[in-house]
């Protein structure tokens, strides 16, 4: 059902009184934050969500249209269209940075997307998933006063979607979003972070690079967060969570996963040992037959 204001109340006197609006529940201001355009509307709207609020989770929201708000800058491109620079220069630290910031900013949208869209779940579910979204909005926050100290805003550099494109391939399927989402697109920032946070320190980037260790902490606790919720999911349909992965991988065409991975990341995240042993075999397998192929 969707949310509706409540009826008119009638005294005894026999006049009928307006009802109390009824609070805007928390999904529903999950969706309004993610319907804000401007960075700085997002980020009051996701720090304005009423945590207090019920959240209503058998609710079906309408679909407003334009998801996810986002402003007209940065301009978005494929992946091989955004350039790749040293970031032994200024202009390169800050085109690195500001493609995280970018991933902050998506990834602020995947986590008001997920509580506003999928109903019937706990509501423990939808709490998680609103802590995820303060604490990218945290991470876009510091990235972007970083940038600032390097004479760029968000939106100077081209960006890429995707993050946001995977989100749309899973919008009728909780299971694939946890799965290919949390799992897998953000879980690869748990591998990246350690070689970036390297790179800007030895750049002489001592404040990128300790964003960089607030980022991978955090970050840890997020795909915790779709681990464990998958795997809910998961038990709630009778499936086995190992061998759903590379069905739903397959299915929406999930990039394959290369290393060098961050095992003690992953491990934390909650990634079973089954799971890493499969990884690294699926890695082997695809590096060997990588060197088998004819060269050309």
């Known amino acids: 059902m969707t949310e509706r204001p409540l009826q008119p109340v009638r005294h005894d006197a026999g006049s009928v009184q307006p ?6 529940s928390l999904r529903t201001q999950a969706l309004q934050a993610l319907a804000c ?10 720090a304005a969500i009423d945590d207090a609020a019920p959240v209503r989770a ?9 998801l996810p708000g986002r402003p007209a800058r ?8 955004v350039r790749q620079r040293s970031v032994n220069t200024v202009p390169g630290r800050a085109a690195m940075l500001h493609a995280i910031a970018h ?15 999928f109903p019937g779940m706990p509501d423990a ?7 995820v979204a303060r604490e990218e909005a945290y991470h876009f926050g510091l990235l972007r006063e970083h940038l600032a100290t390097l004479g760029h805003v968000y939106g100077d ?8 494109d995977m989100a749309e391939k899973t919008r009728d399927d909780l299971l694939a979003r946890l799965a290919l989402v949390p799992r897998t697109l953000e879980a690869r920032g748990l591998d990246a972070s350690p070689l970036i946070r390297d790179k800007l320190a030895r750049a002489g980037d001592a404040q990128g690079a300790a964003i960089l260790d607030i980022l991978l902490r955090d970050e840890i606790g997020h795909v915790a967060i779709g681990n464990r919720w998958y795997r809910w999911v998961c038990a709630g349909r009778g499936l086995d969570p190992l061998a759903t992965y590379p ?16 095992w003690a990341a992953r491990r934390a995240a909650g990634f079973e040992p089954e799971e890493l042993a499969a990884l690294a075999a699926a890695d082997e397998q695809a590096r060997h037959d990588a060197e088998a192929r004819p060269r050309t």
């Open 247 to 262: 069905v739903m991988a397959e299915r929406y065409l999930a990039p394959r996963l290369r290393g060098p991975f961050n």
């Open 58 to 66: 058998d609710a079906v929201l309408d679909d407003p249209g334009g």
């Open 74 to 81: 940065p301009e978005l491109g494929p992946p091989s269209q």
């Open 125 to 131: 579910f939808y709490r998680d998933w609103l802590t």
């Open 37 to 46: 355009v401007e960075w700085p509307d997002k980020l009051a709207a996701v």
């Open 19 to 24: 009802a109390a609006p009824a609070p805007v």
């Open 103 to 117: 991933i902050e900013f998506n990834a602020i949208n995947l986590a008001l997307d997920v509580i506003w869209r």
């Open 157 to 164: 550099f081209p960006a890429h979607n995707g993050l946001w």
